[in-house]
């Protein structure tokens, strides 16, 4: 959708607070993965233990954000921002044309690289799980349960997956920085505040905050996930 660029802006509430907590957690923890994974041996021993916890915290945060992808807030849910191929080939046309596409939560192809990002990250600490590096004394929760032929294996997923989520997230920020040079977009803002600054015409579409029994049950979620992995060791 072509917006005129003299047309006023409004305020329009679209991320909730447990969205933001999410992005901004994940965002901090997947930093800290890749810097505990790849200076392990500049660090220390002590490094490869926090690089388990950290995680299990990341797959504590996807479990979250999958049940409150059904149960949260409107423009957290999957619903309401995976699109069909029509609407992601209409929305990279209009890219193509330069037009100023707007859209109140993930655009239709935003949508989809947040299923990317969090299928990636899912794998890359699934994956984790399973390893064992011998040099640090280091045993993934679940590497007992398997033969040390599928930990390796497991290990060279890990290892060449981060190359598919630093190729995912250079993209996420290449995105973020083009919505802001060329349409004026600050959605770095509207992560931070939860509101968006949208055309006129927009005004009153603030989205539904989720409820207190859907934060409830994806924090349930969550914590059964850390509290297997923890006891599991
Ligand atoms: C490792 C780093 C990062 C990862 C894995 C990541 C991942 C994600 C994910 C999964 C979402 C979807 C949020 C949801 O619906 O739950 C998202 C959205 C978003 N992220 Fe990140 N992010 C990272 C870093 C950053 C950074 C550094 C910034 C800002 C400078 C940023 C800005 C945003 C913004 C503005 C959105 C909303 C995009 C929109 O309006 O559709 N992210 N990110
Ligand atoms: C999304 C979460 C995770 C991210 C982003 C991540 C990232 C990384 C990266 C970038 C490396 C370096 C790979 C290389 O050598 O090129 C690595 C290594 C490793 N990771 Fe992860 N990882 C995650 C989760 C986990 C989990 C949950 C575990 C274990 C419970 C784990 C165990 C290991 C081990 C054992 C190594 C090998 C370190 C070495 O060879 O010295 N990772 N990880």
């Keep these: 959708m072509n917006v005129p660029p003299d047309e006023p802006f409004v305020a329009v509430r679209v991320w909730d607070l447990p969205t933001r907590f999410f992005h901004w957690s994940l965002a901090l923890l997947v930093t800290a993965n890749v810097v505990t994974g790849k200076f392990d041996s500049v660090l220390g021993a ?3 233990e926090w690089h388990k916890r950290f995680g299990i915290a990341i797959l504590a945060l996807l479990a979250f954000r999958l049940v409150w ?3 949260g807030g409107t423009h957290a849910r999957f619903a309401t921002f995976l699109r069909g191929p029509r609407a992601v080939a209409a929305y990279a046309k209009s890219l193509a044309s330069r037009g100023y596409a707007v859209s109140v939560g993930h655009n239709p192809m935003g949508g989809w690289s947040v299923v990317a990002m969090v ?3 899912g794998v890359q600490a699934t994956t984790g799980l399973f390893l064992v590096q011998e040099d640090y004394g280091f ?6 349960f398997v033969s040390g032929a599928f930990s390796s294996r497991m290990g060279a997923i890990h290892e060449a997956n981060f190359w598919v989520i630093a190729a995912l997230v250079a993209m996420h920020l290449a995105a973020i920085v083009a919505h802001g040079v060329l349409w004026r977009e600050n959605l770095v803002s509207a992560m931070v505040s939860g509101v968006k600054r949208l055309p ?3 005004a009153g ?3 539904r905050e989720g ?3 859907g934060l409830i049950a994806s924090l349930a979620v969550a914590a059964v996930v850390v509290s297997v992995l923890v006891k599991l060791g």
């Design 46 to 48: 002590s490094t490869l």
């Design 69 to 71: 992808g059904i149960v």
């Design 119 to 121: 299928a990636a990250l």
């Design 139 to 144: 045993t993934g929760p679940l590497s007992r």
């Design 200 to 202: 006129a015409r927009f």
């Design 205 to 207: 579409t603030d989205g």
């Design 211 to 213: 409820g207190w029994s």
